[in-house]
């Protein structure tokens, strides 16, 4: 072999060379995870055996008896609005309560308050489901609660007074409804001694939000009381046995409805790394531990893979398949790099 044939070939050993390692380098896929609205209506509250307006509703009723609210909502603008007014169910989060018509998070439908409250018009009807106001009108909604079923505990929710102000449109997506809503909270104690049920943890999954890697979880309120989400540290495992997530959750800070389960995120910490197996949510209160597994396939770290592809963050994820080929890369790089040596030596 003539020496400008050997280093055109050694030319090209360096040159597959370099892509190999590059492959090598890059295939283990490092992946990571309110506007102010002025007010256009007003709403007054008073229950028809008093004087005095109310801010929210909260009683313990009696089985199968009527007890009546009279909700005033005035116009202040100089133009006719339409108002939507609906009952609702009190949803928590890790950073407030929301109230809204319906939810998948509800665990028992006994503790949705529209099954007792009638909400109507004391001089006439709504039109398409909306309460129509003339410019600075005032009208008043009869509300009606009745519990007609034995039910432990506490229900929660509330009376929505809801207006659209605005629709954003979205070329690329769907459009955005801008809207003002007013909620009277509405609470009706049933049963106090009802006992208390343990909080669990379950529907684990790693889940991308900007650039950060969370492992998303939903919280089991299993009672039927109004409390909070249980407090103290937790760290996260994974099938190495490695920590990949640890924290603390402040006491006393989350209000959880009855029956409900509420989303929670904790971020991984940086260089976890995630694989398919057995994975470990321990939670300690200082006092007792609780143990949590839940499993990852290797479907669902490849699914993940996919979803993260465009995030930029310092989570690793392996997987088998991942394993095996730097395997192969590292066999045929050390091929080359035998034969480089054999081809310097001639």
Known sequence: MSSSDCEKKYGFFKVVFFCLFLGMFFYTESVA??????????????????TSQVKDIQFTPQLNQEYRYTATVTNLENYAIEVSIFPSIAVSTRNSMTYVAETENLLNQDYDLKNYVKIQPQDGNFVDGFLQLDA???????IIINVNKRIHG??????NFSQVIGIQENKDS??????????IVVRLK????AKGTKQTIGDFEFTITGDTTTLSYYLYNNDPLVTYAEGGTYRVINPNQEIIAEGKIESEQIVLSPYIKTLFNVPLLDGAKLMSGEYQFIRSDGNDETTTYFHYTKEEVDQFIEEAADSSNTITVQSKANLWLVIALSLVSVLLILTLVKLQKK
């Open 33 to 50: 995870a309110e506007e102010q609205i002025s007010s256009s209506f007003d709403v007054s509250i008073q229950a028809d055996d008093e």
């Open 190 to 193: 049933l049963n106090e001694l």
């Open 154 to 159: 506490e229900v929660l929710g509330g009376i």
């Open 136 to 142: 600075k009108q005032s009208r008043d909604v009869q």
């Open 174 to 183: 769907v459009d955005i409804q801008q809207v003002y809503q007013k909620v």
